[in-house]
């Protein structure tokens, strides 16, 4: 199947500072990608939807402010946490929508675990 | 929007013993249906997947069945072994739309 890669896998940082995470399609071009968060023992929750060279489409009670979305190229989609707060710990989990064919489905990447201090 | 009921939530079999479980969908405009299998910490994976078009669909141990009508599909395991012990989730998705997922299910092979 595609692959879809994310970086950091982890990162720890401090309350009031922003984290930046990118997620990438590897071997194919992804024009819509997805974030989600996921809590532990739960589902994963859509926060956005990304599309390449538009704005990210938000989810009711994602903030747009808070949790910026960028996605300036067909491989490269970030999510940046501005002004990051302990209840902003999660796991972050993109994927990227793959279609071909009759083939129309969503490739995850490893996820990156935010802890906030 | 779309709603996918997922059950069980939690799922104990012993090894060689068959799974089931069991997603309901509110839109019938809805066609794809993915089954994802997460791992503790890991990514979920895609395991099978089946479109509107056809009622069933099977991939060695792991087949997956689709009733329209009733709107609700099935993930089925069959011999199941201490490594198909993960959390599985369904989804179901409108036409170029996004995922809808279930609230997963963790399954148990007992040894």
């Known amino acids: 199947g595609a692959v879809v890669s994310q970086h950091p896998s982890w990162v720890i940082c401090k309350s009031g500072t922003s984290v930046k995470i990118e997620c990438r399609s590897l071997d194919f071009q992804a024009t819509t990608m997805f974030w989600y968060r996921q809590f532990p023992k739960q589902s994963l929750m859509l926060m956005a939807t990304s599309n390449e060279g538009s704005k990210a489409t938000y989810e009711q009670g994602v903030e747009k402010d808070k949790f910026l979305i960028n996605h300036a190229s067909l491989t490269l989609s970030t999510l940046t946490v501005t002004s990051a707060h302990p209840e902003d710990s999660s796991f972050y989990i993109c994927s990227a929508r793959v279609v071909a064919g009759w083939a129309d489905t969503q490739y995850f990447g490893p996820g990156t675990r935010l802890t906030v201090l | 929007g779309e709603n996918v009921e997922q059950h069980p939530s939690t799922l104990s079999v012993q090894e060689g013993d068959s799974a089931v479980i069991k997603c309901t969908y509110s839109?019938?405009?809805?066609?794809?249906f993915p089954w994802y299998k997460q791992e503790l910490g890991k990514r979920p994976q895609l395991i099978i997947d089946?479109?509107?078009?056809?009622g069933e669909k099977k991939d060695q141990r792991i087949a997956v069945t689709l009733n329209k009508t009733a709107k609700h599909f099935s993930l089925h395991i069959t011999e199941t072994q201490p490594e198909d012990s993960a959390v599985y989730f369904c989804?179901?998705?409108?036409?170029?739309?996004?995922?809808?997922f279930g609230t997963g299910t963790s399954l148990t092979v007992i040894p």
């Open positions: 989804a179901a998705s409108l036409p170029g739309n996004q995922f809808y």
């Open positions: 089946i479109r509107s078009n056809v």
């Open positions: 839109d019938s405009a809805s066609n794809y």
